[in-house]
DNA sequence: ACCTGAACACCGTTCAAGT
DNA sequence: ACCTGAACACCGTTCAAGT
């Protein structure tokens, strides 16, 4: 991880990155042009740094993930593992509630770059609901990246809909779909 | 629903809508520019007639509904509750693998168009998630809107994605999260 | 009334020209 | 090496000018 960067471009790569998080958070439909405005940068600088604008949401996207990915084992210490489960559901709503590119980038299901960006989410799922089937509490029909689809939904809908209740009770539906 | 419009008007509405159907069908994100130009009108007379893009998705979206929806009844005098609510999902499944519109239509949740563009289909759903509550066969907790997110979610996914066997295992999951 | 199509304000992205 | 910013090909949408 040494600086391979000129000291100039790694600045105005940070500087890209810090405006890309609040302003993505603020709107996930930021555009680019706003992004190297507010960085003071030229677009060219953009594109020699980031390939797309995709590859740019990923990267803040990838920041994101690790907070939660971490959440998924400590959890699973405290808690039964459904009550686990749906905790760190509840987390992730919670998060993409306030980041929005997180929900944007969640959504992403088509994106051959997102697929394997949800890898360690999808890791992290795996981790929880096989701690349930371990117990008994979930049945082993379930593939990780099922539920990640239906949560993806759920988790999309907290960000833009004010009626929270509905993704909770989505929530239970799927968690209880899972139980044996 | 007699005729309002002038006979060239009435005729370019038409041949918009004809080169609409078949534009979205084979690619969701088609332009209006294209369409116009398809259809041999200037940009201008698409919006004497639609006042937005979103405006056109909704009327070639509407007219697929009709199909779909004229289904529900049928399925619920011929099959268990269970099964005509899992065979008319599998139907606007298959609908929405060919007509790409209607995929991004439905996934159209944020849209105060599309909210109130939705409840022909809501009715439909309720109509089946009824049939089976009376029979004891599914929980009275469900609501029909809360269903519809998470099929959306799966219809979609349908179109976007080669795996048709995902889809179903979470058709699956869905309905089992509303037996009884 | 209704139509056409150039034009506008955007978007993501590229590339010649600078240091 | 890296940067700037005008320019390109698009997008949805508008509007002056025609019939």
Not at 40 to 59: D, K, N, Q, S
Not at 153 to 172: G, K, M, V
């Amino acid at each position: 991880m040494a600086n391979i960067l000129r000291a100039d471009a790694q600045t105005n790569r940070d500087r890209i990155l810090a405006v890309a998080r609040t302003a993505l958070a603020a709107e996930a439909g930021a555009s680019v042009n706003s992004i190297t405005k507010a960085a003071g940068v030229g677009a060219g600088t953009f594109y020699r740094h980031f390939p797309t604008r995709e590859a740019l949401v990923f990267e803040v996207y990838k920041q994101q993930i690790e907070t939660l990915v971490t959440l998924g084992p400590a959890l699973i210490t405290e808690l039964r593992p459904v009550e686990a489960l749906r905790a760190w559901c509840l987390q992730v709503s919670e998060y993409a509630r306030v980041k929005h590119s997180l929900a944007e980038a969640l959504g992403g299901l088509a994106g051959q770059d997102f697929s394997s960006a949800h890898q360690p989410m999808l890791d992290t799922l795996r981790l929880l609901i096989n701690a349930g089937k371990q117990t008994g509490e979930l049945n082993a029909s379930a593939e990780p990246e099922d539920i990640f689809v239906l949560l993806t939904c759920i988790w999309r809908l907290r960000t833009n809909d004010a009626d929270q209740a509905r993704s909770q009770r989505l929530l239970e539906l799927v968690i209880r779909g899972l139980e044996v």
